[in-house]
């Protein structure tokens, strides 16, 4: 079982910064990492995915340039540097983790741990 806490939510203006914290309970090396958000009414989307062994990542087009996802050495944290935000990545952020190769990190179906959300407000 891999339980998953986020932190660092929070309101900020559009253009301003935030970054995200997802404290893991087992640490692996061979472990996709994500984070998905989810906006009133909308489906939930991944944001970012990372694969533990190789630090390799992938992002949605729409973050592209202005998040960047990363991990500590102890592979106990995932974090989430947000910049440039814009009103429309304002939603619920989830860390998710699920044991898969890095070709399977950018799939929803991939993660089945789930941390319990944090929210971010971007306003204009």
């Known amino acids: 079982q891999v339980h998953l806490v986020e932190s660092g939510g929070g309101s900020v203006q559009a253009g301003g910064s935030l970054r995200l914290s997802c404290a893991v309970s087992?640490?692996?090396?061979?472990?996709?990492a994500a984070w998905f958000r989810q906006a009133p009414g909308k489906e939930r989307e991944r944001v970012a995915s990372?694969?533990?062994?190789?630090?390799?990542?992938d992002y949605a087009d729409s973050v592209k340039g202005r998040f960047t996802i990363s991990q500590d050495g102890a592979k106990t944290t995932v974090y989430l540097q947000m910049n440039d935000l814009k009103p429309e990545d304002t939603g619920m952020y989830y860390c998710?983790?699920?044991?898969?190769?890095?070709?399977?990190?950018?799939?929803?179906?991939?993660?089945?741990?789930w941390g319990q959300g944090t929210q971010v407000t971007v306003s204009s």
């Open positions: 998710a983790a699920g044991t898969a190769p890095f070709s399977l990190c950018h799939q929803t179906s991939t993660y089945n741990y």
């Open positions: 087992t640490p692996t090396t061979s472990r996709c």
């Open positions: 990372l694969y533990t062994r190789s630090g390799g990542s």
